[in-house]
């Protein structure tokens, strides 16, 4: 498909287990970027990607979340250990390029539910 | 804290009616502006994008927004609504001098219709 897509689409899990988000962006696209939006809150950004370059881990709320990206495809999103507070839509977007005034598509996002 | 501001959280109005949805953020210097919505059972899209020139922008759909660097502000407007704005509105603030290249989102407000 032409747009970002995401996997799963829901995710039920239980306290204390880990779990991984996958994000597939609009090719050609070189800047990746993960959000986490909670019930009532807006979007809280996690983590950037662009291109080859180190990732921006700044918005990662702890050492439990982390993300990798293969070069400019795939990314996936990990939370270990989750806890009750992860419950969350946490959306992908991608851009053409990464400077701040680029567009940002999103992805459906993943509805992840912790017991 | 430096934010991003909406101020009505839901607003509710009869078709053909005007529309004004506030934003304010705190951050000084150069701002990349955005109007995203998310109509129901969708994802994300981008309405419109202020990043320099006239400070009034047009989107989709007749949507407007102005940015006013005075007041921080970045409103949107629309002169009369549809049935199909039904929606939730995000506004979101890029400040590339002090948060990178992330967007920095207002809570959301959410749009009810009513034909």
């Known amino acids: 498909g032409a747009g970002v897509s995401q996997s799963p689409s829901n995710k039920v899990t239980e306290k204390g287990k880990d779990v991984e988000l996958r994000c597939d962006p609009i090719?050609?696209?070189?800047?990746l970027y993960w959000y986490r939006q909670r019930l009532g809150q807006g979007l809280e950004f996690l983590i950037y990607?662009?291109?080859?370059?180190?990732?921006?881990k700044s918005g990662l709320p702890s050492d439990r979340f982390s993300a990798e990206r293969t070069g400019e495809s795939v990314s996936t999103l990990t939370i270990q250990r989750t806890q009750q507070e992860d419950s969350a839509v946490y959306l992908c977007?991608?851009?053409?390029?990464?400077?701040?005034?680029?567009?940002?598509?999103f992805g459906p996002g993943t509805r992840l539910l912790v017991l | 804290a430096q934010s991003v501001s909406q101020h009505n959280h839901h607003v509710i109005l009869s078709e053909a009616a005007s529309l004004e949805l506030g934003c304010n953020y705190s951050?000084?210097?150069?701002?990349?502006l955005f109007w995203y919505v998310q109509y129901p059972g969708q994802h994300l899209q981008l309405l419109l994008k202020?990043?320099?020139?006239?400070?009034l922008v047009k989107g989709i759909k007749g949507f407007e927004a102005e940015f006013i660097k005075s007041k921080f502000s970045f409103n949107l407007r629309k002169p009369s609504v549809q049935w199909s704005d039904t929606a939730e509105y995000f506004c979101?603030?890029?400040?590339?001098?002090?948060?990178?290249?992330?967007?920095?989102f207002g809570k959301g407000t959410t749009l009810s219709v009513s034909s």
């Open positions: 202020y990043f320099s020139g006239d400070p």
């Open positions: 990607f662009q291109g080859n370059s180190a990732p921006d």
């Open positions: 951050y000084g210097g150069t701002v990349n």
């Open positions: 090719s050609g696209h070189t800047a």
């Open positions: 977007a991608s851009s053409f390029a990464g400077g701040g005034g680029e567009t940002q598509y």
């Open positions: 979101a603030v890029n400040a590339p001098n002090q948060a990178g290249t992330a967007l920095i």
